[in-house]
């Protein structure tokens, strides 16, 4: 199929050909011996024709010589376009290959939040756990300094009674200091445990403490720092 430029070219060419032919005229057929008359007629009618001729040759010249300028820039554009096509085609590349990289980087990084999630909602669990285990904890500390504070009450209270039925019979004397006791100043951090454990060898003693020095501790069985205590 011819191309636009080429087409245009080659009807101008056609009309300025069909032009000429009409203003030549139709090739004469073959005729009688002309009369000196006629001939001298188709003589001038020839040398009319020349100049004709000549200028439809000029326009014709015109008219190849326009065809190859359009034919020049027709082939300029066509390259042009291709060039064109084919950096649009590579830009589509490169975009389509940019957007596959955004994609998995996105697709990571959700994966990597999912799991930092999850690893949050863990230690949530965790520590909700450890704290539920720390009251739990407080709660029996609790439990055991009451229990702990009312048997020392109790024990006490029996020392003081016993006390008190020993001196209605005889006079109060203070009890003599065997050869074996000692005595121990009371610093911070002290407890009837941790001096029976020092003294003993085991903090189960604590209440032999305690009943040599009913008067030096407290009911609660708090020990008062730089309080000399017997130790039997």
């Not at 939040?113 to 756990?129: H, I, K, N, P």
């Not at 020993?166 to 004397?173: F, G, Q």
Request: no cysteine; aromatic share 4%.
């Amino acid at each position: 199929m011819k191309s636009t430029p080429l087409l245009s070219a080659s009807v101008l060419v056609l009309i300025l050909s069909l032009n000429a032919r009409a203003e030549v005229g139709p090739a004469p057929s073959p005729a009688p011996a002309m009369t000196p008359a006629a001939s001298a007629t188709a003589t001038v009618n020839t040398a009319d024709l020349a100049p004709r001729l000549s200028e439809t040759e000029s326009k014709l010249e015109i008219a190849l010589s326009s065809y190859g300028l359009l034919q020049k820039e027709f082939d300029t554009l066509t390259e042009n376009s291709g060039k064109a096509a084919a950096a649009s085609l590579s830009e589509k590349d490169t975009l389509t290959a940019q957007l596959a990289t955004a994609e998995s980087r996105a697709n990571a990084a959700q994966a990597e939040v999912t799991g930092a999630r999850e690893a949050l909602a863990t230690l949530q669990r965790a520590s909700a756990q450890y704290a539920s285990d720390l009251a739990t904890a407080r709660a029996l500390i609790r439990q055991l300094q009451g229990t702990n504070t009312i048997i020392v009450t109790e024990n006490y209270q029996l020392k003081t009674r016993l006390a008190g039925g020993a001196n209605s019979a005889v006079s109060p004397t203070p009890p003599a200091a065997s050869p074996s006791e000692k005595s121990h100043l009371v610093v911070a951090g002290d407890s009837l445990a941790r001096i029976s454990q020092r003294y003993y060898g085991t903090a189960k003693r604590w209440q032999d403490i305690y009943s040599a020095n009913p008067d030096k501790i407290g009911l609660d069985g708090v020990l008062r720092l730089g309080t000399q205590l017997r130790i039997p």
